[in-house]
């Protein structure tokens, strides 16, 4: 969002403090709070690792603000008199409405929630507005975008966006999953998932690692072969990621298992040479920086002879990196995806 200082600017009049700004890249929000300050100012966001860029980056623009990291927006007490949405053009759609909804519920009687849309012909936040709050306020179009604000009045039940999806694990068991806006694969089994899923020989004891575990559903559905003397540890820098994974993980009765939150894939249940088995479907911007810290990470956490298993659609990348590292490297062809073997 290159010009959000300047969209913010043409409704500033429309902010009053306690102000809560939900979401956003760490840029757009530390510029929002540079307009912003020094108002009282609390900065939501989801994932460790993003909030940990946007604390460096305020840190360096010389604002001192609240970053709040939780499951749901809802999490945050009901005494803000502004939120406001930083919403890039090709940002999760739903996610956006889960946040419209659940802003309500942090405002106070008589609040309001502002959506800054870098869209300049945005359709699509009014209608939004209206059907939660009633009314909706708009700029005409600009070159910044658009800008769309509600007031809070009244009461509304909170209302959970959830798609429920089924899938059956290599030992055959049928498992129901929950998916909710802004994890990985939201209302479906992804693809690159049960590709990889499908090639994973684990054994009765081992204890496995879904790295960057999403809704869960890879070591969900590998828990069984692991049974009974084995354990899944899920892990995931994203709080809603891990408060889903855990509801998961406790609907398909999972027992032996751990669920953690970290950035940096460390800490306690997550020593080095720990692991037998470690599964991995990372994304892949930001010039696959994510893949490589999977790739070094993993490598940290098996066991000598474990198995790293990471799947791509973008193998020529991807496998140099692993064969630096690890002693034998296959890759396996399934469902239009490579997975990559790695045995430490």
Same mark, same amino acid.
């Given at each position: 969002?290159?010009?959000?200082?300047? /969209?913010?600017?043409?409704?500033?009049?429309?902010?009053?403090?306690?102000?809560?700004?939900? #979401?956003?890249?760490?840029?757009?929000?530390?510029?929002?709070?540079?307009?912003?300050?020094?108002?009282?100012?609390?900065?939501?966001?989801?994932?460790?690792?993003?909030?940990?860029?946007?604390?460096?980056? #305020?840190?360096?623009?010389?604002?001192?603000?609240?970053?709040?990291?939780?499951?749901?927006?809802?999490? #945050?007490?009901?005494?803000?008199?502004?939120?406001?949405?930083?919403?890039?053009? !090709?940002?999760?759609?739903?996610?956006?409405?889960?946040?419209?909804?659940?802003?309500?519920?942090? /405002?106070?009687?008589?609040?309001?929630?502002?959506?800054?849309?870098?869209?300049?012909?945005?359709?699509?936040?009014?209608?939004? !507005?209206?059907?939660?709050?009633?009314?909706?306020?708009?700029?005409?179009?600009?070159?910044? %975008?658009?800008?769309?604000?509600?007031?809070?009045?009244?009461?509304?039940?909170?209302?959970?966006?959830?798609?429920?999806? !089924?899938?059956?694990?290599?030992?055959?068991?049928?498992?129901?999953?929950?998916?909710?806006?802004?994890?990985?694969?939201?209302?479906?089994?992804?693809?690159?998932?049960?590709?990889?899923?499908?090639?994973?020989?684990?054994?009765?004891?081992?204890?496995?690692?879904?790295? %960057?575990?999403?809704?869960?559903?890879?070591?969900?559905?590998?828990?069984?072969?692991?049974?009974?003397?084995?354990?899944?540890?899920?892990?995931?820098?994203?709080?809603?990621?891990?408060?889903?994974?855990?509801?998961?993980?406790?609907?398909?009765?999972?027992?032996?298992?751990?669920? /953690?939150?970290?950035?940096?894939?460390?800490?306690?249940? #997550?020593?080095?040479?720990?692991?037998?088995?470690?599964?991995?479907?990372?994304?892949?911007?930001?010039?696959?920086?994510?893949?490589?810290?999977?790739?070094?990470?993993?490598?940290? /956490?098996?066991?000598?002879?474990? !198995?790293?298993?990471?799947?791509?659609?973008?193998?020529?990348?991807?496998?140099?990196?692993?064969?630096?590292?690890?002693?034998?490297?296959?890759?396996?062809?399934?469902?239009?995806?490579?997975?990559?073997?790695?045995?430490?």
């Amino acid at each position: 969002m290159k010009k959000v200082r300047e /969209l913010l600017a043409r409704v500033i009049d429309k902010v009053r403090p306690p102000i809560v700004i939900v #979401l956003g890249s760490p840029w757009p929000v530390t510029q929002l709070v540079g307009l912003l300050s020094p108002a009282e100012i609390v900065c939501y966001q989801m994932d460790l690792f993003v909030a940990e860029r946007l604390r460096e980056k #305020l840190a360096e623009t010389g604002c001192s603000v609240e970053v709040s990291v939780s499951a749901d927006l809802w999490d #945050l007490p009901a005494r803000f008199e502004t939120a406001i949405l930083p919403a890039a053009a !090709h940002s999760d759609r739903a996610l956006k409405i889960d946040m419209l909804e659940q802003g309500f519920h942090v /405002l106070v009687e008589g609040g309001r929630f502002l959506t800054l849309s870098e869209y300049e012909r945005d359709t699509e936040f009014a209608p939004w !507005h209206k059907k939660i709050y009633g009314r909706c306020g708009e700029t005409p179009p600009s070159p910044e %975008g658009r800008a769309f604000w509600s007031d809070k009045h009244g009461q509304r039940a909170r209302r959970r966006h959830s798609i429920r999806f !089924h899938a059956r694990s290599p030992a055959g068991m049928s498992m129901t999953f929950e998916s909710w806006p802004g994890t990985f694969s939201y209302g479906r089994m992804d693809s690159g998932s049960r590709a990889m899923i499908e090639i994973v020989a684990a054994q009765p004891g081992e204890r496995l690692l879904d790295m %960057g575990c999403g809704n869960g559903t890879v070591g969900c559905l590998l828990a069984p072969l692991v049974a009974p003397s084995g354990e899944v540890v899920f892990v995931d820098s994203h709080a809603r990621a891990v408060a889903l994974t855990e509801v998961n993980a406790r609907a398909n009765k999972l027992t032996d298992y751990r669920v /953690l939150a970290s950035a940096e894939l460390s800490g306690p249940g #997550l020593e080095a040479a720990s692991f037998d088995r470690i599964l991995a479907n990372p994304p892949y911007y930001a010039n696959s920086e994510v893949a490589r810290f999977f790739i070094h990470r993993a490598y940290e /956490l098996l066991k000598p002879g474990g !198995h790293f298993y990471l799947v791509t659609k973008m193998p020529v990348q991807t496998i140099p990196e692993v064969v630096d590292l690890f002693s034998q490297v296959e890759s396996v062809e399934n469902r239009g995806y490579t997975v990559v073997v790695a045995r430490r």
